[in-house]
């Protein structure tokens, strides 16, 4: 069984600012791995995904995502985020092979001006 | 951007009414996923497709929701008989490769169970 295990339920940082938002999981088996993003009142959209050679994988709009077997870890971050980069970000994974994709319970992330 | 299109965005149905969703995925994209997000951003996946064939769905959705996904028609979502827990952002999401990590979202339909 795939879990995915997001920690924080809530950051918030400054314009400009560093972030990094952390993904945990579970499985015994080969993967895929994603990040996406939910814009209030609106559906997800994909940033990137991980499924195998560099671990540092790049998405959309500055976001990078780092895998790390032996943390079992896909922590997004972003050097410098802006204001409209606030929005909740989900961690999926899924099995290769499988046909369900497992949602971490996601985090707000929230820039103040 | 994502070009999958849900219909409606909102619907407000009465306890036991039916309620019935519809989405076009991306055009070429043969898998199909419906999920539920529930006001804690919880995800339930309910039912995906393959073309027209169903490839995974879970229990609930067996029971009392209805999905198909017909050549050349939007697929739909439908609940025979609404209850108030089922009120939820119902998501419709497709894949264009077996690499179903990377899919492309629809706006969502929000149910209202009064």
């Known amino acids: 069984t795939q879990t995915v295990s997001q920690s924080d339920a809530h950051v918030t940082v400054f314009e400009g600012d560093s972030v990094e938002l952390r993904c945990n999981y579970s499985y015994g088996g080969s993967i895929y791995l994603s990040w996406y993003i939910q814009h209030h009142g609106h559906g997800l959209q994909f940033l990137l995904k991980y499924y195998s050679g560099n671990p540092v994988v790049q998405g959309v709009n500055g976001f990078e995502a780092e895998f790390s077997k032996s943390d079992s870890s896909f922590h997004l971050r972003k050097a410098s985020v802006h204001w409209s980069d606030s929005a909740v970000y989900f961690c999926?994974?899924?099995?290769?092979?499988?046909?369900?994709?497992?949602f971490g319970s996601g985090t707000r992330l929230l820039v103040s001006p | 951007n994502s070009k999958v299109i849900q219909t409606p965005r909102y619907l407000v149905k009465g306890q036991g009414q039916k309620a019935k969703m519809r989405c076009i995925p991306e055009k070429g994209h043969p898998v199909v996923f419906w999920y539920q997000q529930n006001k804690n951003n919880e995800f339930k996946f309910l039912i995906n497709?393959?073309?027209?064939?169903?490839?995974?769905q879970i229990d609930m959705t067996e029971k009392r929701f209805s999905a198909e996904c017909p050549s050349n028609s939007p697929c739909s979502l439908e609940i025979q008989s609404s209850e108030a827990g089922d009120s939820a952002l119902y998501l419709c999401a497709s894949s264009g490769t077996p690499n179903y990590a990377e899919q492309f979202f629809g706006p969502g339909t929000r149910l209202t169970v009064l």
């Open positions: 497709f393959q073309n027209q064939e169903v490839l995974q």
């Open positions: 999926a994974v899924s099995a290769t092979g499988g046909y369900k994709v497992v």
